[in-house]
Nanobody, 115 residues
Framework: QVQLVESGGGLVQAGGSLRLSCAASGSIVSISIMGWYRQAPGKQRELVASITSGGRLNYADSVKGRFTISRGNAENTVYLQMNSLKPEDTGVYSC?????????WGKGTLVTVSS
C-alpha cells in the first residue's frame, strides 16, 4: 500500500502562485509515476502534470509554461509549483502514484483562484 498526503492548497488571487506538496509513504519502492490531477466544479477530473521515476515530464496543455512538477531529493515527495494562476485553475488537486499494478490517490487539496 501507498499513502499520499497533499498540502499547500488555498485561496490566491489571479496571477498569484501556490506550491503543492505530496508526500508518499508505505510501499514506495517501485513507484513508477507520480503526479497531480484536478477536478473543477462540475467537470471531470483531468491530468495536470506527471513525472516518471526516470524524470520524464508530462503536462496538460492548459498549464504548460505556468506549472512545474518536480520530485524531492528523497524521491518520495512530489511538488507542483503553480504560477500565473487563473480562475479556471480552481479545483481540488489530488496527488496520485502508480505502482504496478495499482493507482493510489491522496484525499486532495482545494485550490481557489479568485478573479
Amino acid at each position: 500500500q501507498v499513502q499520499l498526503v497533499e498540502s499547500g492548497g488555498g485561496l490566491v488571487q489571479a496571477g498569484g502562485s501556490l506550491r503543492l506538496s505530496c508526500a508518499a509513504s508505505g510501499s514506495i519502492v517501485s513507484i513508477s509515476i507520480m503526479g497531480w490531477y484536478r477536478q473543477a466544479p462540475g467537470k471531470q477530473r483531468e491530468l495536470v502534470a506527471s513525472i516518471t521515476s526516470g524524470g520524464r515530464l508530462n503536462y496538460a496543455d492548459s498549464v504548460k509554461g505556468r506549472f512545474t512538477i518536480s520530485r524531492g531529493n528523497a524521491e518520495n515527495t512530489v511538488y507542483l509549483q503553480m504560477n500565473s494562476l487563473k480562475p479556471e485553475d480552481t479545483g481540488v488537486y489530488s496527488c496520485y502514484a502508480y505502482r504496478y499494478p495499482m493507482d493510489y490517490w491522496g484525499k486532495g487539496t482545494l485550490v481557489t483562484v479568485s478573479s
